[in-house]
């Protein structure tokens, strides 16, 4: 019996050592902030079935709503890049110069176009929400001149207003994230690949991790706190010879649910859909939105578009008639 204790004893503390080594040490990390007020985009389906806003400003992806005008639920969604040679790492709002591609003021669809100011990489980003769910769809085109060049996702997470108490976890090659009733779920068509780590910002987080180290520890949780998500695709950049650079494309969805299951779902249908499918159907709404607006000097006509549908984006679409003065925090 004593024997049979001892053993119990030490596969107990051989399997609580095996899951405190999974869990990011640190919380919560430093404290959380919000992204500028002064927004490059506000996106949204013109459809009341997806609850959903995405922002966009510096180059990347701001805070996100849902499942109403006046709850953010992310920081910062942006991509990083690293030289697996000499260990550099850029990220896109700190190492690059770009522009934003309002497509004519036919629809809140946008591309974000970003160059290095190394000039290695170029990185090209289309978003939408998904007309019938709670998702956003990101089209993500990589270029670089080196195949030495990494990509990585870089997802900073903010739930119910607050980015202090999130916890985040991977599951099912999908990184997860959630605080209170409300859960995210982050997809790579094609998968992500071997890296794919929480942590908590300023401590351990993968950025960190890299510009320390020159590699990632992929803690598989963070629990309450700070804490933000890095992921690398099972994707691999291929020789194009005709931009004379390697290149990859891959989509992502960003899925919002009030369980883990729920968001994985909505992120996961998200993707199996035709991607030209929901980009159609979601530039079809705005433009039968514009069909119901005055006309106006031909050369002015994008910009009252623009101005048009941005009032429209901030509609709230569960208390209707509601508006919110800007998406952004103060």
């Known amino acids: 019996m004593i024997r049979c204790a001892f053993l119990f004893s030490l596969l107990f503390c051989f399997f609580a050592g095996l899951n405190a080594q999974t869990l990011a040490p640190g919380g919560p990390g430093k404290d959380a902030q919000w992204a500028t007020a002064g927004k490059q985009a506000v996106g949204t389906s013109v459809s009341l079935e997806s609850k959903v806003w995405f922002t966009l400003a510096q180059g990347v992806m701001t805070e996100v709503y849902y499942p109403d005008v006046t709850v953010a639920n992310v920081h910062l969604l942006q991509f990083m890049v690293l030289n697996t040679k000499t260990h550099k790492v850029e990220t896109e709002i700190d190492d690059s110069t770009g522009w934003i591609d309002p497509m004519y003021g036919q629809t809140l669809r946008f591309e974000q176009r ?62 997860h994230s ?21 942590g908590f910002l300023g401590v351990n987080d993968g950025l960190t991790q890299l510009r320390s180290k020159g590699e990632i520890v992929g803690y598989e949780k963070a629990a309450n706190g700070n804490i933000v998500q890095v992921a690398d695709f099972a994707i691999r950049p291929k020789w194009d010879p005709k931009p004379r ?21 909505v992120a996961a249908d998200s ?52 508006n919110i003065a800007s998406l952004s925090i103060p």
């Open 245 to 265: 650079a390697w290149t990859m494309l891959v989509h992502i969805a960003l899925g919002f649910g009030k369980s883990a299951a729920d968001a994985r779902n």
């Open 178 to 198: 959630s605080d209170g009733d409300t859960a995210l779920a982050v997809i790579a068509q094609g998968g992500f690949g071997g890296i794919m780590a929480n």
């Open 271 to 322: 993707l199996k859909e035709s991607l030209l499918k929901n980009w159609n159907a979601y530039d079809k709404g705005w433009e039968n939105f514009l069909k119901t607006i005055p006309k106006v000097d031909r050369k002015y006509q994008p910009q009252f578009n623009m101005a048009a549908m941005q009032l429209k984006a901030l509609e709230d679409k569960t208390a209707r008639g509601a």
């Open 114 to 175: 970003n160059t290095a100011k190394s000039g290695e990489w170029e990185i090209r980003k289309t978003y939408f929400t998904d007309p019938t769910r709670n998702a956003i769809v990101l089209s993500v085109y990589f270029q670089a001149k080196s195949k030495d060049l990494k990509l990585f996702l870089y997802f900073d997470p903010s739930i119910n207003n607050s980015g202090m108490h999130d916890n985040g976890w991977v599951e099912k090659n999908i990184l």
